[in-house]
């Protein structure tokens, strides 16, 4: 599966650079998996409680979460989930990592825009459209079980002791790029610990596919785990 070379290649990475691989837990979504009978998708404290279980059951202190398209929105319930049951304490989320993510300035007209209605004028278009949006289970999804404000991933929100890495593909058609690149690349975001990977000529998920784009995306997101490591051994 794109999903487990491209996450193999983290620990690769770390090899190559004679350094320990680091533990991967990969969390699957029935609810979104494109299977002909699907689950209903948990609730976001749920699915932080559960994320925080598996990871003191594989005896891990602090995790980066890394979420794609629909799973940024999961990634963020982590990191609020997180933010809320450790204030004040040692947090679970040394960093966060979001890719092609719908989570991000979900209140701009135009985001919105591109998420519930898009025009379509290439058979791109047409193939994203219905593969990541009008897809049955998935379309219920996001229409009914997606809580919007929940799922928001502000950067207002963001701290330097959590370093985040927003990734957006510049030809993306499910979300607004631009918008994204804009509203998170700022020097005020950088302040907060957030920095944006620009992946040239990328559509949504192209990175998949894509060995350039994702030798980039594997070496951003290894940067910030090493400034997340950074930032807890202070």
């Keep these: 599966a794109p999903y487990v070379r491209r996450v193999s290649r983290m620990g690769e990475a770390d090899a190559a650079l004679g ?8 969390v699957e979504l029935p609810a979104a998996s494109q299977r002909p009978f699907s689950r209903s998708p948990p ?14 059951s594989l005896g ?4 980066v979460v890394v979420g794609h398209s629909l799973g940024s929105a999961y990634a963020t319930y982590v990191a609020h989930h997180d933010a809320r049951e450790n204030e004040g304490g040692a947090r679970r989320v040394g960093g966060v990592v979001l890719i092609d993510p719908i989570a991000v300035n979900l209140h701009h007209s135009r985001t919105t825009r591109e998420v519930i209605f898009t025009r379509l004028d290439s058979a791109q278009a047409s193939f994203e459209d219905f593969l990541f949006k009008k897809e049955l289970w998935t379309a219920a999804l996001v229409a009914r079980q997606l809580p919007w404000y929940e799922a928001s991933f502000w950067l207002d929100d963001c701290e330097a002791q959590t370093p985040a890495l927003i990734a957006v593909g510049t030809l993306d058609t499910i979300i607004n790029p631009r918008a994204a690149s804009d509203g998170f690349g700022s020097w005020r975001a950088r302040r907060r610990g957030v920095r944006v990977l620009s992946m040239e000529g990328m559509g949504h998920g192209e990175w998949l596919v894509n060995d350039a784009a994702a030798d980039s995306l594997v070496a951003a997101v290894h940067a910030l785990r090493l400034e997340a490591a950074t930032v807890a051994a202070a």
């Design 60 to 63: 891990l202190a602090r995790a």
């Design 19 to 26: 350094e320990d691989e680091a533990d991967i837990l990969m």
């Design 43 to 56: 609730a976001p404290a749920d699915f932080g409680a559960t994320v925080e279980r598996a990871l003191d």
